[in-house]
């Protein structure tokens, strides 16, 4: 499956027309305006009005730093820590998964909020300001909001890793592998993980889906003022077109990461036939 | 096969924490013997034995065990045992009716191909759900703060809400799972030997849906439970809200104060003061984690005891 540039337009189609319907909802089902008393091209968080060209291009820079920073870095450290994990013996690896099931449950709003209330704690105790927790004066932060938006990230990437791993184990080329003497470390690394990064593909639109979610909650707890905040508090207008700065891009990245794991199952098809 | 699912233990696990959470919260003034209006009032300034100040509310959990009191002077640990029922039974309902709508609209028409609706889950692709559902509650209050609306009808167009915007992409998975059953040989022919749709929704589709219908319901269950966490920090409460003024009377602070008891509304309400009383939103955060925990224990004992169930029909074949 090549990429189209007609499949993508047709795509484009239905998110533009999917998102004007979806802002044309409050007034339809509910039948209150709220879009009469506003302007067009503004948004207004807490009575102050900002208007939307060019702040938003500078907002959408800087919330895109800290979500592309923290994906690399969870899908980074999910990797180091799968091959840290299988080289362990069973029962710990058991072990490790029964502990990602119970951080997997944690809320992203709980991980936010542990982490500014402790870093203030250190803060206070020890006189060491650890990271800064909130925007001040609008200078940017980024460490702290990548750390967080990072950790369920990476257990969820840990956790389909170790799996598809499971899966990968038992398949016939390991076995092979295995009998023709060459050593656990190198089957792993040299073999292993290449299938697992393609298969891993399968499960990109759910983990942007959800770390976009994430984003929004990390911005809203450490005062951010990024693209979310503004998506968030724009209504009409506004609201389309910061929905359509988001989605356009991101539908192109998902577009072109389709047409690329699809021609690569059909290899890989092919190749079992 | 109910059976089987109780036996593995994860899932018991997981269901007897909630259930004993729901026991909990329903007899609470019962089991630990206290009067539930004077355990939930505000609690006024602590003294000594000389009658000097020595602690004033909010108390921290080492004044008021075991968990303090909130900004207000609540006391903490009543509050989120009380609220336990209503945060659950919210989550399930929500669940429930996302499943069964969904199941329902897929069910009449999963061949039909409604346009409209594709358009629509492609785009809530790109818009997360919690920004989804404060645009259309901050629309219903300001409606509700023109024209005056009983908290019923408040609360049924809030549900109405929450719904709704689980059903569009559940609707799509389901026709999808719906359209690949009804593809199967033995369904075309029976369809084909003349029997009625009814019934072979009922005796075959049905059936084959159960297990993907458990898991979804339960994971829509947890999604409900962070959706209601990330409103209660956006002062979007469940049943509404009073606004106290607090502070100077010459500067009073707009202080939102939810009606119902769920943890949502607790975490909301503390948020603002979140330096002040860290501990009243991460008390109430925890209890969604660990209720979250026990679902997905509960999801990973169903999943369980289905591969059980296939391996077994394997041997068999």
């Known amino acids: 499956m090549k990429f189209s540039l007609k499949r993508y337009l047709l795509r484009i189609r239905s998110i533009v027309f999917g998102i004007l319907i979806i802002s044309i909802l409050p007034p339809l089902l509910i039948g209150y305006n709220s879009m009469l008393t506003a302007k067009a091209w503004a948004f207004s968080i807490d009575n102050i009005e900002f208007s939307l060209f060019p702040d938003i291009f500078d907002k959408y820079k800087y919330s895109m730093t800290i979500f592309f920073a923290s994906l690399f870095i969870g899908l980074i450290i999910a990797m180091i820590l799968t091959f840290v994990t299988t080289l362990l013996p069973k029962f710990i690896q058991r072990l490790i998964f029964g502990f990602l099931t119970l951080f997997e449950s944690l809320p992203d709003l709980f991980i936010a909020v542990a982490l500014q209330v402790s870093v203030i704690y250190i803060f206070k105790r020890t006189g060491w300001l650890v990271a800064d927790v909130t925007m001040f004066f609008n200078k940017p932060i980024y460490l702290l909001p990548i750390i967080t938006l990072s950790i369920l990230p990476t257990i969820q990437l840990f956790k389909m890793t170790l799996l598809l791993m499971k899966e990968e184990q038992d398949k016939p080329y390991v076995t092979v592998a295995k009998a023709m003497g060459l050593g656990r470390l190198y089957i792993t690394l040299r073999h292993v993980f290449r299938n697992i990064i393609t298969s891993l593909f399968q499960y990109y639109k759910s983990i942007f889906v959800f770390m976009l979610s994430n984003l929004f909650i990390v911005e809203y707890v450490f005062n951010l003022n990024g693209f979310m905040i503004a998506f968030l508090y724009s209504r009409g207008v506004a609201f389309v077109v910061t929905a359509l700065i988001l989605a356009l891009p991101f539908s192109l990245v998902f577009e072109l990461v389709e047409s690329y794991a699809g021609s690569a199952n059909r290899q890989e098809r092919e190749e079992a036939a | ?317």
């Open chain 2, 1 to 317: 096969m109910i059976l089987k699912t109780f036996m593995q233990p994860s899932f018991l696990f997981g269901f007897l924490f909630i259930l004993v959470l729901l026991i909990f919260s329903y007899h609470w003034p019962a089991i630990f013997d206290v009067n539930k209006e004077k355990s939930l009032e505000l609690l006024t300034n602590k003294y000594n034995d000389e009658g000097t100040v020595i602690a004033v509310p909010p108390f921290k959990p080492s004044d008021v065990p075991p968990f303090g009191t909130d900004v207000a002077g609540k006391n903490l640990f009543y509050q989120i045992i009380d609220g336990a029922k209503y945060t659950i039974l919210i989550a399930f309902g929500i669940a429930f009716f996302r499943v069964f709508v969904s199941v329902v609209i897929a069910l009449y028409s999963p061949k039909s191909k409604i346009s409209y609706l594709d358009d629509l889950v492609q785009a809530t692709l790109y818009i997360p759900g919690t920004i989804l559902a404060y645009m259309l509650m901050t629309a219903l209050f300001s409606k509700q703060a023109m024209e005056p609306m009983s908290s019923t009808k408040l609360i049924i167009m809030q549900f109405f809400i929450l719904i709704m915007i689980g059903v569009l992409p559940l609707i799509s998975t389901f026709s999808n799972e719906i359209n690949s059953l009804l593809n199967k040989d033995y369904i075309v022919s029976t369809i084909a030997l003349g029997s009625k749709k009814t019934y072979v929704y009922y005796k075959h589709v049905l059936p084959e849906l159960t297990e993907k219908l458990v898991l979804v319901f339960a994971q829509q269950m947890i999604q409900s439970l962070i959706l209601l966490a990330h409103l209660g920090v956006l002062a979007v409460f469940i049943g509404g809200s009073v606004t106290l003024f607090m502070g100077e009377p010459l500067e009073p602070i707009p202080f939102p104060i939810p009606i119902e008891g769920e943890w949502a509304g607790i975490i909301g309400m503390s948020f603002a003061k979140l330096q002040v009383t860290p501990w009243a939103v991460l008390f109430p955060l925890a209890f969604f984690a660990v209720t979250i925990f026990a679902m997905n224990l509960m999801i990973r004992g169903i999943q369980n005891s289905f591969e059980v169930k296939s391996r077994n029909s394997g041997v068999i074949k």
